[in-house]
Structures are given as C-alpha cells and as structure tokens.
C-alpha cells in the first residue's frame, strides 16, 4: 500500500501524522511511504530522518493525496484539502464529526473511508487514541488557564496557588473523565482549591478516593453548575461525549454571573464544546 502524510496546515498544529519510527514500520511490512517536505519540522523530526527510515519526501501535498491509498494525519482536512481526496482512500486522523458537518458532507460526497482516532476502542471500552491527547489537553488546560488569569493577559491577576495571607484561586472543572482527572492533578499541584462536577457518581467517588478528598466532587446538575461558575476564578469544560456533539453545559445566560476577567478553558471544543 501506498502511504501518505501531508504537512498539517491548521492554525497553531505543530504535530506530526507519523514519526520516523512509524515510518520505519511501515516500510518493513513491504508499503511505501511518502512524505510531504517539511511535515514533521514542528514536531522535531527532520527530512533527512524520514529518508533513513525509508520514506520519499514529495514537495506538494496534492502529490501525496493523488497518488496515496490511505491518509495519514492528525487534524481533521480543511476545507482547501476537501478537493485533494479520492473516492476509495483511506483517511486516518482526527475528525471530530458530531460537530462538523461541512467536513461530513465532504468526506460523504469524496466516498473517502474515513477513521477517527477519537472513536476507536479496545474490547474494554477504553480510548486508546484519544486517551493520551486527552491527558495533554487536560493538564495544558490548567497551565493556560493560569496564563490568561494574569492581569497582563486580561484575566483577574490571581494566583491560583496564592501566597500565605492570600486567598487560593478556584477551580471548576465540568466532567471528570481523562482530561477532567488530569486538569484537577494539575490544579491541585499548583495549589488552587479544586472543584469537579460530573454525573457519574461512580466517577465522583474514584476522584475522591484517588485524590484523598483534596478535590471537592458535586453532582454536575443546574443548580450546582450556577453556583460553581460563580465562584471560580478558572473554569474548565472537560466533557466528552464519544462520537457525540459536546452538551452545552454553560449557556450564554451563565456568563453574567461569573466573575469579571474570569477564564474559561473548553477543552471539549472539538466536539462542539460545552461553553455556548
């Protein structure tokens, strides 16, 4: 089979579909492998590294899509990429669909056999691709959240880890799956005081219990996200729905009672997000 990964040309993606490593791995199974000039620079890896593994670098992406059976990447196409894909080829990253249907119809109308990472699962139920983004994006979350609270970011000037005779800041985090477990152990290492809502009250008793009571754990219902909001400095949304658009868990009526130069980080934006 002929294989192929393009340089990724969303805003700010800096990562790689293959690494040489995987190249390698491909090459040993008897495929060919391309690779477009300069896909894996803001991932670290150089040209020189793909041909030693074995791959042919190609200079245009509309040479790699015209003649590669199966797509290798990590974001889902942008819509100057729609006309490059081909009846029967294989496109293998992340799509994130519930939330886009422009890309939907495109894959639909190209007869592309599309596979998001974001949905496959092992015999357990686990999520073996997304898992591991999803720790980044958890942890990440809190690191810039705490960013943009900083007054020469806009936000509040607060702390969250505080200093002694001063108040912590506080943390919401809406969902308490991978992203949610991690963002609270990011949170709670930089010494905010911490708060998770979740639905699963089999989930808000495996947080308790992992984290020795250290996070405070409410049933996510209405009322409780209100009054959770309204007290926070630093709000996360860390919901996720496999396969399904993100529940608008904070409306835009909600907004008015958080507090001024507040922040919200919506990890569940590629699924549509749960801050409307």
């Known amino acids: 089979m002929k294989i192929g990964c393009v340089m990724e040309i969303k805003k700010h993606e800096y990562r790689v579909g293959m690494t040489p490593a995987c190249v390698a791995a491909y090459v040993q199974r008897g495929h060919q492998v391309y690779i477009q000039n300069g896909a894996g620079e803001g991932a670290g890896f150089s040209d020189d590294e793909y041909r030693a593994a074995g791959a042919q670098i190609l200079t245009k992406a509309e040479d790699i899509y015209g003649s590669c059976e199966m797509i290798i990447k990590v974001k889902e196409p942008q819509p100057s990429e729609y ?116 639905v699963r009250s089999s989930r808000l008793a495996y947080i308790d219990d992992v984290f020795h009571g250290a996070v405070s754990t409410l049933y996510s219902t209405e009322a409780n996200i209100r009054k959770v909001i309204a007290e926070s400095d630093l709000v996360i949304g860390a919901v996720l729905i496999p396969g399904a658009r993100a529940p608008k868990l904070i409306r835009r009526e909600h907004l008015s009672l958080m507090k001024k130069r507040s922040v919200i980080v919506d990890v569940a934006v590629d699924q549509g997000g749960c801050v409307e």
């Open 83 to 198: 006309p490059l894909l081909r009846e029967g080829q294989i496109l293998f990253t992340y799509l994130h669909l519930a939330a886009d249907e422009e890309q939907t119809r495109a894959l639909l109308k190209n007869k592309v056999t599309g596979i998001a990472y974001e949905t496959i699962r092992l015999d357990d139920g686990s999520l073996p691709c997304l898992a591991p983004m999803s720790e980044i994006a958890g942890r990440l979350s809190v690191q810039e959240g705490a960013k943009y609270l900083e007054r020469p970011f806009g936000g509040r000037g607060i702390l969250l880890g505080g200093v002694p005779g001063v108040q912590r800041g506080k943390v919401a985090i809406l969902g308490g799956g991978v992203v949610g477990t991690n963002a609270a152990k990011i949170a709670l290492g930089m010494g905010a005081e911490v708060t998770l809502l979740d």
